[in-house]
């Protein structure tokens, strides 16, 4: 009994395939790479500033979130804001305030890079939301599907402090948050 047990293990690695060591490298050359460095930091023009100051007081006021329309320069390692789109936010809207369809729609090249909105509430009634949250990062997702084109994206969390990205065809890369 002894002896056709290993004449059974002797015959299953006799029919099992012997390694073969390749010759060469047969796979094809790694095609040459698109991708680029997003811009490392973010920073804004005096009138953008301003203007995105204005949004912020507006959302506090009435408790609201508020979008609007941003273009600027990209650079190499950054990103200048320099023009402001504010979007109107329709009377009796919930706190959410104007669609994100809208907002895609309208924040679209040439004339738009993306999008900046204000995040007034608070999460434990004192302190920001400083992120772009998950439904912020589908939207993203959905600007890029639509523009086919890097675009820039900031959230106000405060009445001094923004915290922007830019987000592609390689996904978000986290840019910087700072005064605007």
């Known amino acids: 009994m002894l002896g056709l047990g290993a ?6 690695q006799d029919s099992a395939p012997a390694y073969q060591q390749p010759r060469g490298n047969r796979m094809p ?3 040459k790479s698109d991708f680029r460095k997003l811009p490392a930091r ?18 506090l006021a009435e408790k ?24 109107d936010v329709p009377h009796g809207s919930d706190s959410l305030g104007v669609s994100a369809q809208s907002s895609i729609d309208t924040c679209g090249p040439p004339d738009w890079l993306g999008t900046v909105h204000t995040h007034v509430a608070r999460f434990d009634g004192e302190h920001p939301y400083p992120n772009l949250s998950g439904a912020d990062r589908g939207i993203m997702l959905m600007w890029w599907q639509r523009w086919q084109v890097d675009g820039m994206f900031c959230v106000l969390y405060s009445a001094t402090e ?9 996904g978000p ?3 910087s948050r700072g005064p605007y």
Do not use: N, Y
């Not at 004449?7 to 299953?12: H, Q």
């Not at 923004?162 to 390689?170: D, I, L, R, V």
């Open 7 to 12: 004449a059974s293990a002797a015959a299953g």
């Open 42 to 59: 973010f920073s804004f023009g005096v009138d953008a500033s301003a203007m995105l100051q204005r949004l912020w007081e507006q959302s």
């Open 64 to 87: 609201k979130e508020h979008v609007a329309c941003i273009t600027g320069d990209v650079l190499d390692d950054s990103a200048r804001v320099t023009r402001v789109l504010v979007l």
């Open 29 to 31: 050359p790694v095609p």
């Open 162 to 170: 923004a915290f922007c990205e830019m987000a592609g065809a390689g």
């Open 173 to 175: 890369s986290r840019m």
